[in-house]
Every structure is written in structure tokens, then in C-alpha cells.
């Protein structure tokens, strides 16, 4: 059974009303600042990531293995040495590469396995695409509103949009292995802001992490924050609700 979730009539209720508290103050939005993995684009769990690895060295990749790899790397990732390589690990790909290996290591993978697990995250089939994207994109700039993609990322995304053609939807790409700077520092909202030429109020930060995405209302930016979803589609109807635009007619 095929399960899709998009807002529920709740939740739209909660955000029409307050696309017209927006409104009643005079308040039009010119921007939107999307965050990446996990918004737009699924991210794998962490099984599929570890299987994967394991297929392409042509290794056993059954559920125990794979299991007992996954935990193995979890435990990693709670070291304290690990938490902290990570806490800036995107603001340059070195210290990214240098972050993951760590944590590879610590986890007791050897190098041709650490490779390929880190060497996926470059393949577009790890990021698939949620599929109320495009139109959602679209719509935006036909109405005139800026779009920056606001990532913590250790490679460059416009490939990426390219390939799936929308690339041309995107205003302005803001990545904190270029910028040197990483959610939840304010900075990166800033700088994102800036690239659109919008002010704080007049932008709309759509994200899925509190921790990192929610440090956007730092600088002044209404923050949507979408739950977790494991759906085709990610809600993203949401946005337009909150901006007043009603749903695209169907046919």
C-alpha cells in the first residue's frame, strides 16, 4: 500500500490562518530558502546506505551484516570526538572528508568500505527527488519569488538540479562548503538573504531540522519546519498555504 502525506486539514487551517496574519500586517514574501536533504529530497535510511556499499564491493549484504554495521556506526557518531569533528564538518569539503573518515574509522570499517559508503553521496539515486518538488518550484517563480537552496553540503548541488531540470527554478545556491560557514549559524541565513536581495520578514526559511533550519527566526525569518516523511510526496502545499496561494487546480 502506497502511503503519501501532504498537509493535513488541521494543519492547513493552522497555516491559512497564518498566511492572513501575514497578510494583515502588510507583509508580502519575495523569498523562499529551502534547505536540501530531508526537504527536497529524501535521505535514505541508514541501512539502505550501508547495503548499497557493500553491493557495490560485491560483499554479503544481508540484514545481519548489514545490522551490525549500522550500529557499529551509529556508536561512532555519539563519540565525542566524532560530535565535535561534525559540529563544522560542512563548511569545507576537507573537513567533511576528514569528519566522515573519523567516524568510518572509529566504526572499524576498512578503507575500501569507507570509500564506498562515503563515495555514494555523490550519486544522485542517494538523493531522491520528493515528487511535489517541481511544481511547487514552478509556481513560485511564475509568481516572481526567489528561491535559494540553503544547504549544509560538502559538494556542489547545480549538477544535480541540472540534471533534473531545475536548475533555472533556483535564484540563488547557497552551500556551506563554499561559504565556510554551516547551520545553525546565522550567517548562512544572512548570506542567503542577501543573494536574493529580500529582507528577513519578507522570507519564508522551509526546513526539517529545529536545531539547524529553526536557527533561522535567529535573524528575523518565519520558519516553516516539515515533519519527517517517508512518503513520494513531502507536504510541500504547505508553503504556498502559507503564502496565500491557493492549490494548483487538478487536471
Request: net charge negative; charged share 25%.
Amino acid at each position: 500500500m502506497e502511503y503519501t502525506r501532504d498537509v493535513s486539514l488541521r494543519d492547513r487551517a493552522s497555516l491559512t490562518a497564518l498566511s492572513k496574519e501575514r497578510q494583515n500586517v502588510g507583509v508580502k514574501t519575495r523569498g523562499v530558502l529551502f534547505d536540501w536533504r530531508g526537504t527536497l529530497v529524501g535521505d535514505p535510511d541508514d541501512g539502505w546506505w550501508v547495503r548499497s556499499a557493500l553491493e557495490c564491493l560485491e560483499r554479503s549484504a544481508g540484514d545481519a551484516e548489514v545490522d551490525q554495521i549500522v550500529d557499529r556506526l551509529r556508536i561512532a557518531g555519539e563519540l565525542p570526538s566524532v560530535v565535535v569533528a561534525r559540529q563544522t564538518a560542512d563548511c569545507s569539503a576537507e573537513q567533511h572528508h576528514a569528519a566522515t573518515m573519523l567516524q568510518f574509522a572509529e566504526a572499524g570499517l576498512d578503507d575500501a568500505l569507507a570509500r564506498a559508503l562515503y563515495q555514494l553521496d555523490f550519486e544522485p539515486v542517494a538523493h531522491p527527488l520528493y515528487e511535489d518538488v517541481p511544481e511547487t518550484l514552478q509556481r513560485l517563480k511564475a509568481l516572481g519569488v526567489a528561491v535559494a537552496i540553503v544547504s549544509d553540503i560538502h559538494f556542489d548541488l547545480r549538477p544535480e538540479f541540472a540534471l533534473l531540470g531545475l536548475e533555472s527554478l533556483i535564484d540563488s545556491f547557497v552551500l556551506s562548503f563554499e561559504r565556510g560557514v554551516q547551520k545553525p549559524d546565522p550567517r548562512i541565513f544572512e548570506i542567503a538573504l542577501d543573494s536574493l536581495g529580500v529582507e528577513p520578514r519578507e522570507a519564508l526559511m522551509v526546513g526539517d531540522r529545529p536545531a539547524r533550519d529553526g536557527a533561522a527566526v535567529l535573524v528575523g525569518i518565519p520558519t516553516l519546519l516539515l515533519p519527517i516523511e517517508h512518503g513520494p510526496r513531502r507536504g510541500l502545499s504547505g508553503v504556498l498555504a502559507l503564502m496565500g496561494i491557493p492549490p494548483a487546480s487538478p487536471g
